[in-house]
Protein backbone atom coordinates (compact mmCIF):
# COMPACT_ATOMS: atom_id res chain seq x y z
CA UNK A 1 0.00 0.00 0.00
CA UNK A 2 2.93 2.18 0.68
CA UNK A 3 4.33 1.06 -2.81
CA UNK A 4 1.30 2.02 -4.29
CA UNK A 5 0.98 5.39 -2.50
CA UNK A 6 4.98 6.06 -3.35
CA UNK A 7 3.75 5.00 -6.90
CA UNK A 8 0.68 7.42 -6.85
CA UNK A 9 2.91 10.61 -5.71
CA UNK A 10 5.88 9.85 -7.99
CA UNK A 11 3.32 9.55 -10.93
CA UNK A 12 1.91 13.06 -9.47
CA UNK A 13 5.07 14.40 -8.94
CA UNK A 14 5.82 13.99 -12.66
CA UNK A 15 2.96 15.32 -13.70
CA UNK A 16 3.39 18.57 -11.26
CA UNK A 17 3.41 19.43 -7.98
CA UNK A 18 0.91 17.60 -5.73
CA UNK A 19 -1.65 19.91 -3.97
CA UNK A 20 -2.54 19.05 -0.16
CA UNK A 21 -5.38 19.78 1.30
CA UNK A 22 -5.59 21.70 4.64
CA UNK A 23 -6.40 18.51 6.94
CA UNK A 24 -3.08 17.03 5.25
CA UNK A 25 -0.95 19.47 5.89
CA UNK A 26 -2.05 20.39 9.66
CA UNK A 27 -1.62 16.56 9.95
CA UNK A 28 1.83 16.42 8.66
CA UNK A 29 2.49 19.68 10.88
CA UNK A 30 1.43 18.17 14.21
CA UNK A 31 3.66 14.77 13.31
CA UNK A 32 6.67 16.72 13.04
CA UNK A 33 6.12 19.08 15.58
CA UNK A 34 5.67 15.97 18.09
CA UNK A 35 8.19 13.79 16.69
CA UNK A 36 10.68 16.68 17.47
CA UNK A 37 9.41 17.68 21.40
CA UNK A 38 9.80 14.14 21.54
CA UNK A 39 13.57 13.77 20.55
CA UNK A 40 15.59 15.30 23.57
CA UNK A 41 18.73 13.98 22.76
CA UNK A 42 19.15 15.31 19.57
CA UNK A 43 22.09 16.76 18.69
CA UNK A 44 23.54 16.64 22.34
CA UNK A 45 27.19 15.57 22.89
CA UNK A 46 28.46 14.31 26.66
CA UNK A 47 30.86 17.30 27.39
CA UNK A 48 33.13 17.52 30.85
CA UNK A 49 33.08 21.38 31.84
CA UNK A 50 35.60 21.70 33.79
CA UNK A 51 37.66 20.83 30.94
CA UNK A 52 36.28 23.83 28.79
CA UNK A 53 38.40 26.97 28.72
CA UNK A 54 36.54 29.69 30.87
CA UNK A 55 36.80 33.40 29.45
CA UNK A 56 36.84 36.26 31.26
CA UNK A 57 38.36 38.02 34.75
CA UNK A 58 37.62 35.22 37.51
CA UNK A 59 38.86 35.13 41.41
CA UNK A 60 42.22 37.39 41.68
CA UNK A 61 42.15 39.27 38.28
CA UNK A 62 37.98 40.14 38.95
CA UNK A 63 39.73 41.70 42.59
CA UNK A 64 41.60 43.62 40.81
CA UNK A 65 39.88 45.06 38.09
CA UNK A 66 37.01 46.64 40.26
CA UNK A 67 40.24 47.92 42.54
CA UNK A 68 41.25 49.76 39.51
CA UNK A 69 38.10 51.02 38.29
CA UNK A 70 37.40 52.08 41.67
CA UNK A 71 41.36 53.49 41.74
CA UNK A 72 40.14 55.49 37.83
CA UNK A 73 37.13 56.70 39.30
CA UNK A 74 38.66 58.61 42.88
CA UNK A 75 41.27 59.92 40.09
CA UNK A 76 38.05 61.05 37.42
CA UNK A 77 36.89 63.19 40.65
CA UNK A 78 39.75 64.90 41.91
CA UNK A 79 40.92 65.51 38.41
CA UNK A 80 37.05 67.22 37.97
CA UNK A 81 37.38 69.13 41.10
CA UNK A 82 40.81 70.36 40.15
CA UNK A 83 39.48 71.36 37.04
CA UNK A 84 36.90 73.09 39.05
CA UNK A 85 38.61 74.88 41.48
CA UNK A 86 40.90 76.38 38.65
CA UNK A 87 38.55 77.31 36.71
CA UNK A 88 37.03 79.14 39.51
CA UNK A 89 39.87 81.00 40.95
CA UNK A 90 41.89 82.00 37.10
CA UNK A 91 38.39 82.57 35.67
CA UNK A 92 39.32 80.92 32.23
CA UNK A 93 35.70 81.81 29.91
CA UNK A 94 35.68 81.87 26.08
CA UNK A 95 37.84 84.98 25.47
CA UNK A 96 40.69 83.25 27.83
CA UNK A 97 41.65 84.00 31.14
CA UNK A 98 40.29 86.92 33.07
CA UNK A 99 42.45 86.88 36.01
CA UNK A 100 45.88 86.89 34.43
CA UNK A 101 48.20 86.68 31.26
CA UNK A 102 51.09 85.05 29.93
CA UNK A 103 53.86 86.45 27.88
CA UNK A 104 56.47 84.59 25.83
CA UNK A 105 59.05 86.31 27.75
CA UNK A 106 57.72 84.91 30.86
CA UNK A 107 55.73 87.98 32.24
CA UNK A 108 53.12 86.65 34.29
CA UNK A 109 50.58 89.46 34.72
CA UNK A 110 47.93 90.02 36.80
CA UNK A 111 44.91 92.07 35.87
CA UNK A 112 42.56 91.81 38.57
CA UNK A 113 42.92 91.83 42.75
CA UNK A 114 44.68 88.67 43.62
CA UNK A 115 44.93 87.01 47.18
CA UNK A 116 47.56 84.66 47.40
CA UNK A 117 49.61 83.34 50.60
CA UNK A 118 52.89 82.67 49.85
CA UNK A 119 54.91 83.39 46.09
CA UNK A 120 58.00 81.90 45.02
CA UNK A 121 59.40 83.52 42.36
CA UNK A 122 62.32 81.49 40.32
CA UNK A 123 65.79 82.55 40.29
CA UNK A 124 66.53 85.91 39.44
CA UNK A 125 62.92 87.06 39.20
CA UNK A 126 61.52 90.41 39.71
CA UNK A 127 58.01 91.41 40.54
CA UNK A 128 56.66 95.09 39.99
CA UNK A 129 53.80 97.16 38.84
CA UNK A 130 52.79 98.82 36.04
CA UNK A 131 54.39 101.98 34.69
CA UNK A 132 52.05 104.70 35.92
CA UNK A 133 50.16 102.29 38.36
CA UNK A 134 51.40 101.66 41.94
CA UNK A 135 51.65 98.07 43.04
CA UNK A 136 50.15 97.49 46.64
CA UNK A 137 50.69 94.71 48.73
CA UNK A 138 48.23 94.06 51.57
CA UNK A 139 48.64 91.17 54.42
CA UNK A 140 45.21 90.48 56.35
CA UNK A 141 46.79 91.25 59.55
CA UNK A 142 49.80 89.66 59.05
CA UNK A 143 53.32 91.22 57.87
CA UNK A 144 54.49 91.51 54.82
CA UNK A 145 57.93 89.28 54.61
CA UNK A 146 60.22 89.40 51.57
CA UNK A 147 62.69 86.87 52.05
CA UNK A 148 66.00 85.57 49.50
CA UNK A 149 68.13 82.85 51.41
CA UNK A 150 69.23 84.69 54.79
CA UNK A 151 68.06 88.18 53.56
CA UNK A 152 64.50 89.02 54.81
CA UNK A 153 62.23 92.32 54.67
CA UNK A 154 59.44 92.49 56.82
CA UNK A 155 56.90 95.33 56.81
CA UNK A 156 54.59 95.84 59.84
CA UNK A 157 52.10 98.32 61.15
CA UNK A 158 54.44 100.18 62.93
CA UNK A 159 58.01 99.32 61.81
CA UNK A 160 60.01 98.02 59.01
CA UNK A 161 63.12 95.36 59.49
CA UNK A 162 66.00 94.34 57.41
CA UNK A 163 67.60 91.14 58.28
CA UNK A 164 71.11 89.69 56.66
CA UNK A 165 73.61 87.34 57.59
CA UNK A 166 75.60 88.54 54.34
CA UNK A 167 75.04 92.52 54.29
CA UNK A 168 72.81 94.66 51.96
CA UNK A 169 72.94 97.69 49.69
CA UNK A 170 70.85 99.90 48.63
CA UNK A 171 71.04 101.69 45.37
CA UNK A 172 69.18 103.98 42.40
CA UNK A 173 68.08 101.91 39.57
CA UNK A 174 68.54 104.53 37.40
CA UNK A 175 71.92 106.12 38.41
CA UNK A 176 73.26 103.15 40.23
CA UNK A 177 74.70 105.15 42.79
CA UNK A 178 74.76 103.15 45.97
CA UNK A 179 72.66 104.77 48.50
CA UNK A 180 73.42 102.53 51.85
CA UNK A 181 75.58 99.47 52.17
CA UNK A 182 76.59 97.48 54.95
CA UNK A 183 80.11 96.79 53.22
CA UNK A 184 82.12 98.47 55.09
CA UNK A 185 85.62 97.44 53.96
CA UNK A 186 84.28 99.40 50.21
CA UNK A 187 82.43 102.43 51.26
CA UNK A 188 82.03 103.74 54.50
CA UNK A 189 78.80 103.72 56.82
CA UNK A 190 76.35 106.52 56.45
CA UNK A 191 73.45 107.54 57.36
CA UNK A 192 70.75 107.77 54.16
CA UNK A 193 69.73 110.97 53.41
CA UNK A 194 66.83 112.15 55.52
CA UNK A 195 67.46 109.61 58.41
CA UNK A 196 68.37 111.55 61.61
CA UNK A 197 68.34 108.44 64.39
CA UNK A 198 69.63 104.93 63.70
CA UNK A 199 68.15 102.54 66.19
CA UNK A 200 70.06 98.78 67.31
CA UNK A 201 70.44 96.58 69.40
CA UNK A 202 73.83 95.97 68.70
CA UNK A 203 76.68 97.27 66.59
CA UNK A 204 80.18 96.23 66.04
CA UNK A 205 82.35 98.93 64.13
CA UNK A 206 85.83 100.31 64.44
CA UNK A 207 84.44 104.22 65.00
CA UNK A 208 81.63 106.41 64.97
CA UNK A 209 81.52 110.07 63.76
CA UNK A 210 79.50 112.62 63.34
CA UNK A 211 79.63 115.43 60.61
CA UNK A 212 81.52 119.01 61.52
CA UNK A 213 78.56 120.69 62.28
CA UNK A 214 76.54 118.12 64.05
CA UNK A 215 76.40 116.78 67.48
CA UNK A 216 77.01 112.82 68.31
CA UNK A 217 74.01 111.74 70.49
CA UNK A 218 73.64 108.11 71.65
CA UNK A 219 70.48 107.47 73.68
CA UNK A 220 69.45 104.45 75.69
CA UNK A 221 66.06 103.32 77.45
CA UNK A 222 68.24 100.88 79.62
CA UNK A 223 72.26 100.60 79.71
CA UNK A 224 74.23 100.72 77.22
CA UNK A 225 78.00 98.98 77.06
CA UNK A 226 80.70 100.45 75.57
CA UNK A 227 83.32 97.80 74.96
CA UNK A 228 86.76 97.61 72.79
CA UNK A 229 89.04 95.12 72.36
CA UNK A 230 91.67 97.07 72.32
CA UNK A 231 90.89 99.77 74.18
CA UNK A 232 87.59 102.90 73.97
CA UNK A 233 88.87 106.60 72.30
CA UNK A 234 86.42 109.05 73.15
CA UNK A 235 87.12 112.20 71.76
CA UNK A 236 85.16 115.44 71.17
CA UNK A 237 85.12 119.23 71.83
CA UNK A 238 82.48 118.20 74.71
CA UNK A 239 82.33 115.14 76.12
CA UNK A 240 78.71 114.89 78.31
CA UNK A 241 77.36 111.67 80.33
CA UNK A 242 73.74 112.04 81.18
CA UNK A 243 72.79 109.00 82.93
CA UNK A 244 69.96 108.19 85.62
CA UNK A 245 71.21 105.30 87.18
CA UNK A 246 75.37 104.64 87.87
CA UNK A 247 77.85 104.88 85.58
CA UNK A 248 80.79 102.48 85.19
CA UNK A 249 83.99 102.57 84.25
CA UNK A 250 86.10 99.35 83.77
CA UNK A 251 89.77 99.46 82.41
CA UNK A 252 92.61 96.36 82.45
CA UNK A 253 95.47 98.81 82.52
CA UNK A 254 93.92 102.00 83.28
CA UNK A 255 91.42 104.93 82.71
CA UNK A 256 93.02 108.20 81.26
CA UNK A 257 90.60 111.65 81.17
CA UNK A 258 92.99 114.18 79.60
CA UNK A 259 91.26 117.46 79.45
CA UNK A 260 88.39 119.56 82.05
CA UNK A 261 86.45 116.79 84.05
CA UNK A 262 83.48 118.23 85.33
CA UNK A 263 81.45 115.74 87.58
CA UNK A 264 78.13 116.53 89.23
CA UNK A 265 77.68 115.87 92.99
CA UNK A 266 73.86 116.35 92.85
CA UNK A 267 73.16 112.89 92.47
CA UNK A 268 76.15 111.43 94.68
CA UNK A 269 75.70 109.99 98.13
CA UNK A 270 76.91 111.89 100.93
CA UNK A 271 77.31 111.71 104.12
CA UNK A 272 77.04 114.68 106.34
CA UNK A 273 78.87 113.49 109.46
CA UNK A 274 81.86 111.54 109.83
CA UNK A 275 80.82 109.01 112.05
CA UNK A 276 80.01 106.94 109.78
CA UNK A 277 83.58 105.64 108.67
CA UNK A 278 84.12 103.35 111.02
CA UNK A 279 80.54 101.74 111.16
CA UNK A 280 80.04 98.66 108.42
CA UNK A 281 77.32 100.21 106.90
CA UNK A 282 79.27 102.68 104.69
CA UNK A 283 82.46 101.82 102.16
CA UNK A 284 83.72 105.05 101.01
CA UNK A 285 86.09 105.81 98.55
CA UNK A 286 87.76 109.34 97.16
CA UNK A 287 88.39 109.73 93.64
CA UNK A 288 91.75 110.84 92.82
CA UNK A 289 93.49 112.24 89.21
CA UNK A 290 97.24 111.68 88.38
CA UNK A 291 98.94 114.99 86.67
CA UNK A 292 98.46 112.64 83.48
CA UNK A 293 94.89 112.43 83.32
CA UNK A 294 95.44 108.55 84.61
CA UNK A 295 92.39 108.33 87.84
CA UNK A 296 92.66 105.89 90.70
CA UNK A 297 90.86 105.40 93.92
CA UNK A 298 91.45 105.57 97.57
CA UNK A 299 89.43 104.37 100.29
CA UNK A 300 88.81 106.87 103.09
CA UNK A 301 89.22 105.37 106.27
CA UNK A 302 89.57 108.85 108.09
CA UNK A 303 88.66 112.66 107.91
CA UNK A 304 90.79 114.95 105.71
CA UNK A 305 92.18 111.97 104.11
CA UNK A 306 93.95 112.92 100.96
CA UNK A 307 95.62 111.01 97.65
CA UNK A 308 98.94 110.42 99.43
CA UNK A 309 99.02 105.90 99.60
CA UNK A 310 102.33 104.26 99.15
CA UNK A 311 101.19 102.17 96.09
CA UNK A 312 99.72 105.23 93.65
CA UNK A 313 100.11 104.42 90.62
CA UNK A 314 101.12 108.31 89.93
CA UNK A 315 104.39 107.95 91.98
CA UNK A 316 105.12 111.47 93.97
CA UNK A 317 103.14 113.63 91.34
CA UNK A 318 99.64 113.43 91.90
Avoid at 43 to 68: F, M, Q, S, W
Avoid at 151 to 169: A, C, H, P, R
Wanted: charged share 20%; aromatic share 6%.
Amino acid sequence: MAAAAAAAAEQQSSNGPVKKSMREKAVERRNVNKEHNSNFKAGYIPIDEDRLHKTGLRGRKGNLAICVIILLFILAVINLIITLVIWAVIRIGPNGCDSMEFHESGLLRFKQVSDMGVIHPLYKSTVGGRRNENLVITGNNQPIVFQQGTTKLSVENNKTSITSDIGMQFFDPRTQNILFSTDYETHEFHLPSGVKSLNVQKASTERITSNATSDLNIKVDGHAIVRGNEGVFIMGKTIEFHMGGNMELKAENSIILNGSVMVSTTRLPSSSSGDQLGSGDWVRYKLCMCADGTLFKVQVTSQNMGCQISDNPCGNTH
